[in-house]
């Protein structure tokens, strides 16, 4: 009976870890659908950045836009702003 009994324990304990690999805590269908999740939020993530590089960039082309169209403005209009002064040197 003595011989039995050791076996049937490393059965008993295999069964166990067997089912905890299938349904339990950490399982096979557990950590795929968790992998899953993580693949949706990454292309999710990935959507949010292009939307922020290109939202950067139109930023970008209005400020530098703004730029050119004040240089312009002083340079062949004359423009001044507010409490500046304009001083013109002819050659």
Known sequence: MGNRIIPAIL???LVLFHAQLWIGRGSVSTVHEMQQRL???IAKNVQAQAKNDE???EVRDLQEGLQMVE???????GMVKPNEIFVQISK
């Open 39 to 41: 693949d949706e939020q």
């Open 71 to 77: 240089e312009k403005a002083r340079t062949e209009l």
């Open 11 to 13: 059965v008993l304990l």
């Open 55 to 57: 939202l950067a960039a």
